[in-house]
């Protein structure tokens, strides 16, 4: 791993993180295949409503996409864990580009093959799953310790610009194409995360595999977490907010719809989907640069308040050009709260239980929002979409009281073994 010099960037900072050559290599890689990761997901219900009218087939592509993240992220955790994790990711993202290449060569047919083309989202899907944790989990460790706080902002705003990015793109490319077009494309993407991979030199990749066997293994990072106080009260109000108070997220149809009067299948739709992710964006940068100096910790609480007031605004909104600002800085809310929890916990975990811990927090963060979002949805039913919202707003509130991390880390260094 490169070193770095005392002056420059202040440490801890998404600048001072930048200056690392194997992390910008890989964070670059990785930031362009998941552009192209969105490109494909974003059209994909798309496509598949295309292709057959029906809601329920749409639903299936949506579950192959990320049922595997809820599903087997615990079994990519322990992979990440046991095996050298830049090999386990090579194969994953190898695996992922022929799955994309499939679904290219099946959508180019005149009459696709339907279970087919399930069957490819769902490998993909399985790829993603067991990629994922191993990604969350070598990041941090191409930086120093001091400077995970910015690889953590990093890796958060690089989650939100490709959503951005990635549908503003796939698009056109879909409009003037098709979907094999963009299938395409999104195959060809994988090689820079492959090449960047391969190309990165790290610094400690040495594996610690779990001593348990058999169930005992798998279920080690439920044990882990349990013991720890900090963790577990991280992961806790991750998952909570993740399923209470996140899904306006999936609602967001719904939601323009009957509060904006925006229909879904419209450019202003588009636009207003586009300013939620760059608000989202903006504020996993403000972790890493102008809200450095504030603890992570008070950042998680003061931002859950922020985000139940401010989604409580966005619920009263009833004029379009009002919604745009409103959902922007919801989105800034939400991810200063995603990016500070996550912070707080890559700052606090040891490098050899790190893949399993981060599978946790997949499953709590990409795992729980779809289940809420279906549940949300069955409740807007009976007593409309703004009273979903507020009882979003009223958990977050009651996380912020709960999310008292400052205590659960001192008690986590005195149960910690000398």
């Excluded at 295949?33 to 409503?49: C, H, P, R």
């Excluded at 960047?196 to 044990?223: C, D, I, N, Q, W």
Aim: hydrophobic fraction near 55%; aromatic fraction near 10%; glycine fraction near 10%.
């Amino acid at each position: 791993m490169s070193s770095t010099p005392r002056s420059g960037p202040r440490p801890g900072t998404a600048q001072s993180a930048l200056r690392h050559r194997d992390f910008r290599i890989v964070w670059a890689g990785t930031f362009t295949s998941n552009i192209g990761t969105w490109m494909q997901n974003v059209l994909l219900g798309a496509y598949g409503y295309t292709l057959t009218r029906s809601a329920a087939y749409v639903g299936v592509l949506y579950f192959a996409q990320l049922g595997p993240l809820l599903l087997l992220s615990i079994l990519g955790g322990v992979a990440a864990d046991t095996f050298d994790r830049k090999r386990l990711l090579v194969v994953m993202q190898v695996e992922q580009l022929i799955g994309s290449l499939v679904l290219a060569g099946l959508a180019m047919a005149d009459r696709p093959n339907l279970v087919g083309i399930a069957l490819c989202v769902l490998a993909i899907g399985i790829g993603n799953a067991f990629s994922a944790p191993a990604m969350g989990a070598i990041l941090p460790t191409l930086v120093p310790r001091e400077d995970i706080p910015g690889s953590v902002s990093l890796q958060s705003v690089q989650m939100n610009l490709s959503r951005v990015v990635g549908p503003v793109l796939g698009a056109p490319l879909y409009a003037a194409f098709g979907a094999a077009v963009v299938f395409a494309v999104n195959a060809a993407t994988y090689l820079f995360a492959i090449v960047s991979l391969l190309v990165a030199k790290y610094g400690r990749t040495a594996t610690h595999p779990p001593t348990e066997r058999g169930l005992a293994r798998l279920m080690s990072g439920f044990r882990i977490a349990r013991r720890d106080p900090l963790i577990l009260r991280v992961l806790t109000t991750l998952t909570v907010f993740s399923f209470c108070s996140l899904t306006f997220v999936g609602l967001m149809p719904v939601v323009s719809a009957v509060n904006f009067d925006i229909r879904p299948r419209s450019t202003q739709y588009g636009i207003l989907y586009a300013v939620f992710g760059f608000g989202a964006a903006m504020g996993a940068i403000a972790v890493g640069t102008v809200l450095h100096h504030v603890r992570k910790e008070r950042l998680v609480r003061g931002g859950l308040v922020a985000f139940a007031v401010l989604l409580v605004g966005f619920a009263s909104v009833r004029r379009p050009g009002l919604a745009y600002p409103a959902v922007c800085v919801l989105g800034f809310a939400y991810f200063v709260v995603i990016t500070a929890l996550s912070t707080v916990l890559q700052s606090h975990l040891d490098n050899a239980i790190r893949g399993r811990i981060m599978a946790l927090w997949i499953m709590g963060f990409g795992g729980t929002v779809p289940l809420g979002v279906f549940v949300g949805g069955w409740i807007e039913q009976a007593i409309g979409v703004t009273a979903v919202l507020a009882y979003g707003a009223v958990v977050a509130l009651l996380l912020a009281w709960y999310a008292d991390l400052a205590r659960a880390e001192a008690r986590s260094r005195t149960l910690a073994p000398s």
